[in-house]
């Protein structure tokens, strides 16, 4: 039996248009213990990213003497998913923690913290697809938090393919049953990809296609982000030593 | 031309100025234009940009006057702890007759002299051992909203409890005062301080918190 992700109506499984994502909601500075916190919710998606540092590094031959280093961690709680996630990282989570890391390095200004650390913790307490986008969406937002400086944020999203039709911001059941699925992270002002990643098949005109959809819901993921942070520090700054 | 109106709440990637000479602390320059690279209210101030942040650990600058807690004595120098887990090292000179009469313990408040790849380094001049008090913890963030604008916001926590306050750019604070009851009243004025830093018309609820809870404290010590 054949699973039908597209109905005669060209709407998806929840009754979205291919090219629309699911509600997000964005909130920074909701964790007390951590320099930098956000929570992010993208339809059934929930997840909290805290940023501690810059401190220093821990292990100690981890140091670098002329930059600092980002230590990120992934993790997705085990009641998360349908079926109970084993405890402890297990490779697909060591994974994500290394591409979301490498996303974000290429935006930290490393240069201005020697043998310092950054440390990134992602935590998925809910996963409904697009944890790993989400993810990085929300460890930006917890990195402008922390006060460290960078030259851009991060937005991501995911573009996939299911039934043949190229999809905006796939869910579990599109990641599951569809053709492909292509999360990009985008630094808006800088222009750049910082994470692209295909999983399924796609052709070169489907993959311009997808970067292009990508693109345009990545400046409205910025512009909430920009909200978000705004939201959260918006009062007259009036007595200021300066 | 700037693309920014004064004290904006900017976010990092944000445009700030076509001229990259006027790059200050807390952005960049990119392509001959001067961008936002963390959070906070953009200032102009003698044509330099520069970002106020909201946020964050502290990060040392040279001419800052950081407080500290004496973390170890050894032969060459004397480790400080700023917090936010950095250390901070005086080093005495070579050739000088009298060593710095400080001890593992004691509170330092220093100026910056360098910072760098090699570390933190505190001045010697100018270095003050603060006698005692209550040492509080507040955002290094929120500091220059305790000072206030020209001191004004010390001025009147000095003047409200009759404390006297050493305030360290890294977030440390000793308040020393006449009796607990004062020293008390202090540190939750700092302490509210700190939490409402981005609210308007501070001072004035500053000073009624202050009154009350000393007004209070009169009436306490009368039973």
Request: charged fraction near 25%.
């Amino acid at each position: 039996m054949k699973i039908r992700l597209i109905d005669e109506n060209g709407l998806r499984v929840d009754g979205r248009r291919p090219d629309e994502m699911r509600r997000m909601r964005m909130e920074v500075g909701v964790l007390e213990k951590t320099d930098g916190s956000a929570y992010v919710e993208l339809g059934g998606t929930r997840i909290y990213a805290g940023v501690i540092g810059p401190r220093e590094v821990h292990p100690k031959h981890l140091e670098l003497p002329d930059k600092g280093v980002i230590n990120c961690r992934y993790h997705m709680a085990s009641f998360s998913v349908d079926e109970r996630k084993p405890l402890g990282m297990t490779r697909r989570e060591i994974e994500l923690s290394k591409v979301i890391r490498e996303a974000l390095e290429t935006v930290v200004f490393l240069e201005e913290f020697p043998r310092m650390m950054i440390d990134i913790f992602v935590e998925v307490i809910q996963a409904d697809g697009g944890t790993r986008t989400a993810g990085i969406t929300a460890a930006s937002l917890a990195l402008a938090d922390a006060g460290i400086p960078m030259a851009d944020m991060i937005a991501a999203i995911a573009v996939g393919k299911v039934d043949g039709v190229l999809v905006l911001d796939i869910n579990e059941e599109e990641d599951k049953y569809g053709e492909a699925d292509m999360p990009v992270a985008i630094a808006p002002h800088l222009n750049s990809i910082v994470l692209l990643q295909l999983n399924g098949r796609m052709t070169p005109e489907e993959v311009d296609k997808g970067l292009e959809m990508a693109q345009k819901a990545v400046k409205k993921i910025h512009q909430m982000q920009i909200e978000a942070l705004k939201r959260k520090y918006r009062v007259e700054p009036e007595g200021l030593e300066t | 031309m700037q693309y920014f109106s004064e004290n904006e709440l900017v976010v990092p990637g944000q445009i700030l100025s076509d001229n990259p000479r006027q790059s200050g602390f807390g952005t960049y320059v990119r392509e001959g234009k001067v961008y936002a690279s963390v959070m906070g209210f953009a200032k102009s101030i003698n044509g330099v940009l520069r970002i106020i942040p909201v946020s964050g650990r502290y990060r040392p600058q040279r001419g800052d006057k950081v407080l500290g807690i004496v973390s170890d004595v050894k032969p060459n120098a004397v480790e400080v702890d700023i917090g936010g887990e950095t250390t901070a090292v005086i080093k005495p000179h070579e050739r000088e007759t009298t060593p710095l009469k400080i001890d593992i313990g004691d509170c330092v408040l220093a100026e910056v002299k360098a910072t760098g790849l090699k570390g933190i380094v505190l001045a010697t001049e100018g270095l003050q051992k603060i006698p005692s008090g209550i040492l509080i913890s507040v955002n290094a963030a929120k500091v220059p909203r305790i000072i206030g604008r020209k001191g004004s916001m010390l001025q009147v926590l000095r003047r409200e409890t009759g404390c006297d306050f050493w305030v360290g750019r890294n977030g440390l604070i000793v308040v020393n005062g006449p009796d607990p009851a004062h020293e008390f009243a202090a540190v939750a004025a700092v302490n509210m301080i700190e939490r409402e830093a981005h609210t308007s018309g501070l001072t004035e609820r500053v000073i009624q918190m202050l009154r009350k809870m000393l007004g209070r404290g009169d009436e306490d010590s009368s039973n």
